[in-house]
C-alpha cells in the first residue's frame, strides 16, 4: 500500500506543486491549507508522512508539529521560508526528521521524503504491532486481543489505548486524550474520557477494579503501566 502523505502549507500553489510531485512518485498526497485543518486531517487519516510548513494561519506549524508528536512518531519533513538557525533546531527538537528552506526543489523533497522513509522504516514496523502484557494491538487492522481472546473495541477506545500503549509509562492529561479522539478540547468535557476509560477497563482488564494496564495518576490523568 502506498504511503500516504500529508501536505501542509498556507500556499495553494505550493500544495498543488508537491503533492502533484508525490503523486508521480506512487504516494497519495492529502493536503492543507492551515494548521486547524492540518489537525483534523491528520486525526481522520492517519497518514504515513507529514509535510508541514512553519508558517501557518489558524494554529502555528510547531504547534502543529508539537500536537502531532504528542499523538504519533509519524515522519516529519518541515518546510519553511524561515532560515534562522534557531527555528532549524526549534523544529529538529521537535522531532521533526527533516527540514528544507523554500525555495526548493519538488524533485528534491520527494528524495528525502523516500530518504526518511528508508530510515524510519524499520522503526514504524516494530510499532505497527504493540504487544505488552496479555494485550496484542494490530494497528493497521484495528484489532485487539487480551489473553488471546478478541476485543471489540469503539474507534475513540481505540485510540485512546493506541495512545497509551505506544508510550508505556508516560502520563497523558485528560485534555490530551480528548485530543487523540478528536473531541472538542475547549468544551467542558474533559470526563468523556473517564467513560472511555471505564469502558476500556471493563473489556480489558482481568479485575477492572483493579487495573493492570490502565493506570489512574491522580490530579493528572492516565497511563499505561510500564510494568507489565
Same mark, same amino acid.
Given at each position: 500500500?502506498?504511503?500516504?502523505?500529508l501536505?501542509?502549507?498556507?500556499e495553494?500553489?505550493?500544495?498543488?506543486?508537491?503533492?502533484?510531485?508525490?503523486?508521480? $512518485?506512487? %504516494?497519495r498526497a492529502?493536503?492543507?491549507?492551515?494548521g $486547524?485543518?492540518a489537525?483534523?486531517?491528520?486525526r481522520?487519516?492517519?497518514?504515513? %508522512?507529514?509535510?508541514?510548513?512553519?508558517n501557518?494561519?489558524?494554529?502555528?506549524?510547531?504547534?502543529?508539529?508539537?500536537?502531532?508528536?504528542?499523538?504519533?512518531?509519524?515522519?516529519i519533513?518541515?518546510? *519553511?521560508?524561515?532560515?534562522?538557525?534557531?527555528?532549524?533546531?526549534?523544529?529538529?527538537?521537535? &522531532?521533526?526528521d527533516?527540514?528544507?528552506?523554500?525555495p %526548493?526543489s519538488?524533485?528534491?523533497?520527494v528524495?528525502?521524503?523516500? !530518504?526518511?522513509?528508508?530510515?524510519?522504516?524499520?522503526?514504524?514496523?516494530?510499532?505497527e504491532?504493540?504487544?505488552? &502484557?496479555?494485550?496484542?494491538?494490530?494497528?493497521?487492522?484495528?484489532?485487539?486481543?487480551? &489473553?488471546g481472546r478478541?476485543?471489540?473495541? *469503539?474507534?475513540?477506545?481505540f485510540?485512546?489505548l493506541? !495512545?497509551?500503549?505506544?508510550?508505556?509509562?508516560?502520563? %497523558? *492529561?485528560?485534555?490530551?486524550?480528548?485530543?487523540?479522539?478528536?473531541?472538542?478540547?475547549?468544551?467542558?468535557?474533559?470526563?468523556?474520557?473517564? !467513560?472511555?476509560?471505564?469502558?476500556?477497563?471493563?473489556?480489558?482488564?482481568?479485575?477492572? !477494579?483493579r487495573p493492570?494496564?490502565?493506570? *489512574?495518576?491522580?490530579?493528572?490523568?492516565?497511563?499505561?503501566s510500564?510494568?507489565?
Amino acid at each position: 500500500m502506498n504511503a500516504v502523505i500529508l501536505v501542509v502549507d498556507d500556499e495553494l500553489d505550493i500544495r498543488k506543486v508537491v503533492c502533484d510531485y508525490l503523486e508521480r $512518485a506512487n %504516494f497519495r498526497a492529502i493536503s492543507a491549507g492551515d494548521g $486547524a485543518a492540518a489537525l483534523s486531517l491528520f486525526r481522520s487519516q492517519r497518514p504515513d %508522512f507529514v509535510i508541514l510548513d512553519l508558517n501557518l494561519p489558524e494554529v502555528d506549524g510547531l504547534d502543529v508539529a508539537r500536537a502531532i508528536r504528542r499523538e504519533s512518531d509519524v515522519p516529519i519533513i518541515m518546510l *519553511t521560508a524561515r532560515v534562522e538557525e534557531a527555528d532549524r533546531l526549534i523544529g529538529l527538537e521537535l &522531532g521533526a526528521d527533516d527540514y528544507v528552506t523554500k525555495p %526548493f526543489s519538488p524533485r528534491e523533497l520527494v528524495a528525502r521524503v523516500k !530518504t526518511v522513509l528508508r530510515r524510519v522504516e524499520p522503526r514504524r514496523d516494530e510499532k505497527e504491532i504493540l504487544h505488552l &502484557g496479555e494485550l496484542v494491538m494490530d494497528i493497521p487492522r484495528n484489532k485487539l486481543l487480551a &489473553g488471546g481472546r478478541p476485543v471489540e473495541l *469503539t474507534l475513540s477506545e481505540f485510540k485512546i489505548l493506541e !495512545t497509551l500503549m505506544r508510550s508505556p509509562g508516560r502520563v %497523558f *492529561t485528560r485534555m490530551q486524550l480528548l485530543e487523540v479522539i478528536h473531541d472538542n478540547p475547549y468544551a467542558p468535557y474533559e470526563r468523556v474520557v473517564d !467513560t472511555h476509560i471505564r469502558n476500556l477497563r471493563k473489556k480489558i482488564e482481568p479485575d477492572p !477494579t483493579r487495573p493492570l494496564y490502565i493506570l *489512574t495518576v491522580f490530579g493528572v490523568g492516565y497511563k499505561f503501566s510500564d510494568e507489565v
